[in-house]
């Protein structure tokens, strides 16, 4: 599968954003200079996944390495392998409501491309 992390900005803007934390705390941690970007799990998840150590700061990095980061938030590539159990498999709150979703295709009417399973 491949996800947009960030679908409402353009990979220029979110790099613009990305560098503008880092520029404002060259000396701070990575985990902690990008921690306005998203959820802590989640950043340090995809931190890691990009191969960035959590405690470099933006001076210890590459900027080949910071944009490959930033390509993986527009284009993050993973596999689905199976499904958990039915215990695992339910929902604690939320959900979509039937009225946003186009049940011949079982398409979102609100973003485009995105589908959901029976």
């Given amino acids: 599968m491949k996800l947009d992390l960030f679908p409402d900005e353009s990979s220029e803007a979110l790099k613009k ?14 985990k902690n200079a990008l921690a306005p970007l998203t959820q802590e799990k989640l950043l340090h998840f995809l931190l890691e996944k990009a ?20 390509l993986s938030l527009k284009n993050f590539l993973f596999t689905v392998n199976g499904t958990l ?10 959900g979509v409501s039937i009225k946003e ?18």
């Fill in 51 to 70: 191969d960035l150590d959590l405690e470099n700061s933006y001076r210890q990095v590459s900027p080949k390495k910071l944009d490959q980061f930033v």
């Fill in 17 to 30: 954003r990305i560098f503008a934390l880092l520029e404002a705390s060259p000396k701070k941690a990575l």
């Fill in 101 to 118: 979703i186009d049940p011949r295709e079982m398409q979102s009417k609100l973003m485009l491309g995105l589908f959901f399973l029976r």
């Fill in 85 to 94: 159990s039915f215990d695992k498999a339910f929902v604690t709150g939320g």
